[in-house]
């Protein structure tokens, strides 16, 4: 007899997240997804606009400004009220309720003060998105969905390259990214920087982000928002359609560009002066990662899934007394 369900997901990344939901579905069984990593900066939703938000119901997520985000730019209003009414009336949708309740399980990452005691500062630069042959994520609107910004970040790397006797450059991939690995050992090769690190899965990026004094990211990924709750500053590339609301929180907030040229000319320009630790983080954490309601996390948690399951009470209530008027 349960009273509640949730999953990271209904997309189908694992095929047990459509089932449930449709299980869910048949049984009246109150179901919710809790935001799948880091997203919410964008207008468009890789995966997510096509699945989570059409058959969720319930969708838990970290801060004010994806909420935001995800109803500004709901699928109703994304694929036209008349598609969309189609498609609800063929699957049956629910109304998305969009709840803010932030993230534990990035809170839970232990931070402390950077305690980088080398002689050299420390440059991470974390590769941006995954790109896997035979896959692909529907819904996203960005110009990068085969090529893994390539060229961007190859000026990235080479701007790197030029402070490689100053700093203390890593490369940080995707664990299961053993083609990008190859790729960027043989790049730095190429280009006489072999001594510059690529890492796959030595180490994780918590603890590369511990020893960076500077990161480097070319989207707003979970990687990013983990890298938020550190105190070296952050260098973002992304020219994804951002919202608004985005664009100026990460204006404050990190050395954020959507303009590959000017982005490296900036980086180059920090680097040479070496002055680290400029900017504060705060509204990041407060828009997109709830950080003002931290301390009451649970209580917040808790009453958002009690307001879920009383809403499953009041509908049943309302089937069993049309039940016994049509008697």
């Known amino acids: 007899n349960y009273q509640l369900v949730a999953a990271n997901t209904c997309a189908s990344f694992h095929n047990q997240s459509v089932l449930v939901k449709n299980i869910c579905r048949k049984y009246n069984i109150p179901f919710l997804c809790w935001m ?8 468009t939703f890789e995966g997510y606009d096509s699945s989570d938000f059409l058959l969720a119901g319930n969708y838990l997520v970290y801060g004010e400004g994806v909420r935001r985000g995800i109803n500004d730019n709901h699928p109703e209003k994304t694929i036209g009220r008349d598609v969309f009414n189609r498609i609800k009336k063929y699957y049956g949708l629910n109304e998305l309720n969009v709840y803010t309740v932030g993230t534990p399980l990035l809170e839970k990452i232990k931070v402390s003060p950077n305690q980088n005691d080398n002689q050299k500062k420390v440059i991470l630069l974390v590769c941006g998105e995954l790109w896997i042959h035979n896959q692909y994520y529907m819904g996203g609107n960005t110009p ?7 060229r961007e970040m190859k000026n990235i790397v080479k701007t790197l390259i030029e402070f490689k006797d100053q700093y203390e450059i890593i490369i940080k991939t995707y664990p299961n990214d053993d083609e990008g690995f190859m790729m960027w050992q043989k790049f730095l090769a190429d280009n006489n920087a072999e001594d510059m690190a690529v890492i796959k899965k030595e180490f994780t990026l918590e603890q590369l982000a511990q020893k960076a004094d500077l990161s480097i990211s070319t989207w707003v990924s979970t990687g990013f928002f983990k890298l938020s709750f550190y ?8 020219n994804s359609d951002l919202t608004d609301e985005a664009k100026k929180v990460l204006t404050e907030t990190t050395f954020f560009d959507n303009d590959i040229n000017k982005f490296c000319f900036n980086l180059r320009e920090y680097l040479k002066n070496g002055v ?28 958002v899934l009690d307001e879920i399951m009383a809403k499953r009470k009041e509908w049943q209530v309302s089937f069993h007394t049309e039940k016994e008027r049509i008697k």
């Open 36 to 43: 799948h990593g880091g997203f919410g900066a964008n207008k």
């Open 144 to 150: 990068y969905a085969f090529s893994q910004k390539w």
């Open 231 to 238: 105190d070296s500053d952050q260098f973002l590339f992304d």
């Open 276 to 303: 680290f630790y400029k900017k504060k983080k705060d509204l990041f954490q407060k828009v997109f990662v709830d950080s003002d309601n931290k301390e009451n996390r649970v209580k917040k948690i808790i009453s």
